[in-house]
């Protein structure tokens, strides 16, 4: 970029929202990653027509353009990773346009918090699901780009099950909507399915309608306290195949029970080589206590030590504190954790955790592991020194042979965090070269000149 694209730019989202200073420049170029690209400038679209005038610019002058969220991401999705300018929305275009009661749906902007929208439709009595770690701070745009996913996807799914209707802007500047505010569309290609989870770089949503659905009327917790892993994982699958519906099931191994009673004092069982916490909820007190009698019995045939149920809401407080503060807490074993956050099918948990510990045991590292076992979804931490870079390197040799035996099971790199910048490098592993090249193939198709958050997926 040079001093006339910033001229250019600024007549068309006016000086007060395009800025080149030091300081906004350092705090766009930085995700949860900690990995820093700096972008040349940042832009505050007031709306869509500014987007679209935006991209048509940079498309003309080749200006690598970032859609932005929160910047929570753990891959570096979010990062200008070569240069351009970064499109923020939390200053302008962060509303909620319509809760629509009848149909029960809503339609937002990229920029409004997960977790305002929740509280938003819970007024009315209806329910977003879709609860990422990030709820607080993260983005429905950055949702939506990443396909988020959360606690609740055992019971209720994902971002990508809620998306209706998208509008976009493609890198060219043509406005697209892709979707429909009925249930049912089977009219052309799943334009919507296929920009939820491309990361911004097919195009940059800027309208996103959303399926909402009827708030609960009761919700309990519950925990199981397992001997060991390999237990906690046969009572999964089984207590699922078994009829049971939980809202969630997070697991916990025993280093992470021991990171998150030494980090935070919270009096998780000490015993436990294994926890699983979860929650149920349904619209009358009877199909809530049907749904711990089916989770009672399955875990005590799969050798639980014992199962509580939290009937004060203090309880349940407590017991979800102790959750999520799995992630920080584990920082005890490591100054450094490669957070990996991989999903198999449900039965291949028990196998996979062990491979995956005796992968870190081959390269002397400890990995705790937690995670949406409700939905096979583990997050796997190598832990290392990260001013040693001996233990760095054989860290990342642990990741690449647990994504391999991951992906020889039937999984996938991915659950919830994206592909980006930290997992480019082994998209060999998941995917043929004739799938590779069809992701080139739409991503030419939409951006010719591959100036949408160039360098991610390895495109």
Same mark, same amino acid.
Request: proline share 3%; charged share 25%; aromatic share 6%.
């Given at each position: 970029m040079n001093p006339g694209d910033v001229e250019a730019l600024s007549s068309i989202v006016g000086r007060e929202n395009i800025f080149s200073d030091k300081a906004h420049l350092r705090a766009y170029s930085y995700d949860a990653t900690k990995t820093y690209y700096q972008p040349e400038a940042v832009l505050f679209p007031r709306d869509e027509e500014d987007v679209s005038r935006i991209l048509v610019y940079c498309n003309a002058h080749r200006i690598p353009v970032v859609a932005r969220g929160a910047g929570s991401g753990f891959t570096g999705g979010a990062l200008p990773a070569r240069g351009g300018v970064v499109l923020a929305f939390e200053k302008h275009m962060n509303k909620i346009i319509e809760i629509d009661m009848e149909n029960m749906l809503a339609v937002v902007q990229p920029g409004v918090v997960n977790k305002e929208l929740q509280r938003a439709v819970e007024k009315q009595g209806l329910f977003y699901p879709p609860d990422p770690a990030s709820e607080e701070y993260s983005t429905i745009g950055g949702?939506?780009?990443?396909? +988020?996913?959360?606690?609740?996807?055992?019971?209720?799914?994902?971002?990508?099950?809620?998306?209706?209707?998208?509008?976009?802007?493609?890198?060219?500047?043509?406005?697209?909507? +892709?979707?429909?505010?009925?249930?049912?569309?089977?009219?052309?290609?799943?334009?919507?399915?296929?920009?939820?989870? !491309?990361?911004g770089t097919l195009a940059v949503i800027t309208e996103i309608t959303l399926k909402l659905l009827p708030k609960p009327g009761y919700a309990k917790s519950y925990m199981g306290i397992f001997p060991d892993v390999k237990?906690?994982?046969?009572?999964?699958?089984? !207590?699922?195949?078994?009829?049971?519906?939980?809202?969630?099931?997070?697991?916990?191994? !025993?280093?992470?029970?021991?990171?998150?009673?030494?980090?935070?004092?919270?009096?998780?069982?000490?015993?436990?080589?294994?926890?699983?916490?979860?929650?149920?909820?349904?619209?009358?007190?009877?199909?809530?206590d049907f749904q711990l009698s089916i989770l009672k019995k399955s875990f005590e045939e799969n050798g639980s030590m014992a199962f509580r149920v939290a009937e004060k809401e203090q309880d349940r407080e407590l017991l979800w504190h102790a959750r999520r503060s799995a992630s920080p807490s584990i920082t005890i074993y490591g100054s450094k954790k490669l957070n990996e956050d991989i999903s198999v099918p449900r039965s291949k948990l028990p196998e996979a955790l062990e491979r995956i510990y005796s992968t870190g045991e081959k390269y002397g590292?400890?990995?705790?592991?937690?995670?949406?076992?409700?939905?096979?979804?583990?997050?796997?931490?190598?832990?290392?020194?990260?001013?040693?870079?001996?233990?760095?390197?054989?860290?990342?040799?642990?990741?690449?042979?647990?994504?391999?035996?991951?992906?020889?099971?039937?999984?996938?790199?991915?659950?919830?965090?994206?592909?980006?910048? !930290?997992?480019?490098?082994?998209?060999?592993?998941?995917?043929?070269? +004739?799938?590779?090249?069809?992701?080139?193939?739409?991503?030419?198709a939409f951006d010719p000149n591959g100036i949408l958050n160039p360098g991610k997926m390895g495109l």
């Open positions: 949702n939506v780009s990443e396909n +988020a996913g959360g606690m609740r996807a055992a019971k209720y799914g994902i971002t990508k099950d809620f998306v209706m209707a998208l509008r976009a802007v493609k890198a060219n500047g043509d406005i697209i909507r +892709a979707g429909k505010r009925t249930i049912k569309d089977v009219a052309g290609y799943n334009i919507a399915g296929i920009l939820t989870a !491309s990361e237990a906690a994982m046969n009572a999964v699958f089984k !207590s699922l195949a078994s009829g049971a519906n939980p809202v969630a099931m997070e697991f916990l191994d !025993s280093l992470v029970v021991k990171a998150v009673r030494e980090k935070t004092g919270v009096q998780l069982p000490e015993e436990a080589g294994a926890l699983l916490i979860g929650d149920v909820d349904g619209n009358v007190p009877e199909e809530i590292l400890k990995v705790p592991c937690f995670g949406h076992a409700g939905d096979g979804n583990i997050h796997v931490n190598v832990m290392v020194d990260g001013s040693d870079d001996e233990e760095l390197e054989r860290g990342h040799r642990a990741i690449r042979e647990i994504f391999q035996l991951v992906v020889d099971m039937g999984g996938t790199l991915s659950g919830e965090h994206g592909i980006g910048l !930290s997992k480019a490098e082994f998209m060999d592993i998941a995917f043929t070269p +004739a799938e590779l090249q069809l992701f080139r193939d739409i991503k030419k």
